[in-house]
């Protein structure tokens, strides 16, 4: 007779089901996100694109490797370009996710991680001798609602 009946029932809370809207805040507007990698996407989006074209005195820049490759193959297969650069490391100015992840601690403010990667952006465009490519969209892209405007 000991079925079912008479049995503790579990203490408040303890079976409950887990949280399954974790909140992962943007440190700077304070908009949640379930997960980190959609938090972290939505920082990455102010700060100024981290991958280029390695043709020279081609202009285009991006988020991503692959999107750089099909790039590659759209503009530059028929010119004697050769090969798209096959590592990311070889057409990427800084680490954004560094970035990403100091401002997110703390140990970094928006504005420094913005002002230190357009920095990035403006000397390798000196080395390259893209300053003209690049001069008035150094960000290469739409800056987001985060950009503290001069
Ligand atoms: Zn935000
Ligand atoms: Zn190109």
Not at 123 to 149: C, F, I, S
Request: charged share 20%.
């Amino acid at each position: 007779m000991q079925v079912g009946h008479g049995l503790p029932s579990p203490a408040p809370g303890l079976n409950a089901a887990p949280v399954d809207t974790p909140q992962y805040p943007c440190p700077i507007c304070k908009r949640t996100f379930k997960r980190t990698q959609e938090r972290n996407r939505h920082l990455r989006a102010f700060l100024p694109h981290r991958i280029y074209c390695t043709f020279p005195q081609c202009p285009y820049r991006g988020d991503r490797h692959e999107n750089l490759v099909t790039h590659w193959k759209e503009k530059h297969s028929h010119t004697n370009g050769g090969q798209a650069p096959q590592q990311q490391q070889e057409c990427q100015i800084y680490d954004c996710n560094q970035l990403v992840t100091q401002v997110i601690s703390g140990d970094m403010t928006m504005e420094n991680a913005i002002a230190d990667a357009l920095s990035k952006v403006e000397t390798r465009a000196q080395m390259l001798g893209k300053e003209d490519q690049w001069a008035g969209n150094w960000w290469g892209r739409h800056p987001g609602p985060h950009v503290y405007r001069q």
